[in-house]
């Protein structure tokens, strides 16, 4: 791994200002850039330093705080280590703003995101690639189908609700996904149950998407998070194989 810079950045958007993280490996040339959604407790340390790791591999990594429209990073009163006993107080907090992210709000703020991709001196010319976390990896699959033509390669980890019965499900986007995508499922994880997992991997295949999607067996919701109680050393490490090998693929 290579040194890296980050700093705090703001990404302009159709509905306001994004503030967002920006890291890229130290040495001033232009890198392949990563759109990195974040989980639900938002924009905060252990996502820097995912994305500082992964920019250590060579790329130059975008993290936005998707809840922008209602303030900068950090929204929540967070504890340094989230355990299940502070979940449920936080979760009363995160939840509706969860739900005011529409997809039709989501994927006009991915479009902002990746002109700014397009036009930053630290990113180098051509398709960008995306990775997700919890929420986040349902924003990677609509981003992927909703922008084909800007996205080369995407992955999720411990995604929830990637297949629902509902008409907003992102899962519905797969006829327009042009990437190669990668999915690392949480092993029994309420948020995505077998019948989701399922119907995911049937709408791919069918669409003809390149892609694998794997359970991580004994991995729970939540497995790459260190600063949390679910936090899965094994789930974690083959999640930056799964990734990197994925990135290696596409750049």
């Not at 993290?63 to 502070?86: C, K, Q």
């Not at 907090?93 to 703020?109: F, K």
């Not at 690639?129 to 699959?141: E, H, P």
């Not at 519905?172 to 149950?193: K, M, R, W």
């Amino acid at each position: 791994m290579t040194a890296v810079q980050g700093t705090a950045v703001d990404v302009p958007t159709e509905d306001g200002t994004a503030d967002a993280y920006l890291t890229r490996p130290a040495d001033g040339a232009a890198h392949p850039a990563v759109l990195l959604y974040m989980d639900a407790f938002g924009l905060r340390p252990q996502l820097r330093s995912l994305a500082d790791r992964l920019a250590g591999e060579g790329y130059t990594v975008l993290v936005p705080n998707v809840f922008y429209r209602h303030g900068r990073a950090p929204l929540f009163d967070l504890p340094e280590f989230i355990d299940p006993g502070a979940r449920p107080e936080i979760f009363e907090r995160i939840g509706p703003v969860m739900q005011s992210l529409t997809n039709e709000l989501a994927m006009r703020d991915a479009g902002a995101y990746l002109r700014w991709l397009a036009g930053s001196p630290a990113v180098a010319a051509g398709p960008v690639a995306l990775t997700g976390y919890c929420m986040g990896a349902r924003l990677s699959l609509l981003t992927a189908g909703t922008y084909p033509e800007r996205v080369a390669a995407a992955a999720g980890f411990h995604g929830g609700r990637l297949a629902t019965d509902t008409p907003d499900s992102p899962h519905l986007v797969a006829g327009n996904v042009t990437a190669e995508l990668y999915f690392g499922h949480a092993d029994q994880d309420h948020s995505l149950p077998p019948e989701q997992i399922e119907r995911l991997e049937e709408a791919l295949t069918a669409a003809g998407v390149r892609h694998r999607c794997e359970v991580y067996t004994g991995a729970p919701h939540g497995f790459t998070q260190a600063d949390t109680a679910s936090y899965h050393k094994e789930g974690d490490e083959r999640h930056w194989a799964a990734l990197l090998d994925l990135l290696k693929r596409t750049f």
